[in-house]
C-alpha cells in the first residue's frame, strides 16, 4: 500500500489490517510511515462514525462494545 485510503470504511480496515496483522505496532507508526499525523487520522474517522479503541489497538463503530464519545471528542466531531 503506498498511501491511505481516503473514503472511511476502506480507512478503518485498512489501518485495522496493517495493526492486526503486525506491520506496524501503533497507529502512530503507521500514520508517520504514511506521512499522516494520528490525530488528524482519529478526528477524520471520529466524524465518519469510528473511534479509536486503544485497549483492543483498532477503529470501532461508536457505542460498539459500549464505547461512547468523551467530552472532548464530541467537541472535535463537531469542529469537523
Known amino acids: 500500500m503506498d ?3 481516503k473514503d472511511p470504511a ?3 480496515s485498512s ?3 496493517l495493526l492486526r496483522d503486525e506491520e506496524f505496532d ?3 507508526s503507521l500514520c508517520y510511515a504514511f506521512n ?3 490525530g488528524e487520522v482519529r478526528n477524520y ?3 465518519h462514525g469510528f473511534v479509536w479503541s486503544e485497549t483492543q489497538k483498532q477503529f470501532r463503530p461508536i457505542g460498539y462494545d459500549g464505547v461512547t464519545l468523551t467530552g472532548r471528542q464530541e467537541k472535535s ?3 469537523e
Open 36 to 38: 499522516r499525523e494520528p
Open 10 to 12: 476502506i480507512l478503518v
Open 15 to 17: 489501518v485495522n489490517m
Open 77 to 79: 466531531a463537531k469542529r
Open 45 to 47: 474517522l471520529l466524524t
Open 26 to 28: 501503533t497507529l502512530e
Open 3 to 5: 498511501y491511505l485510503p
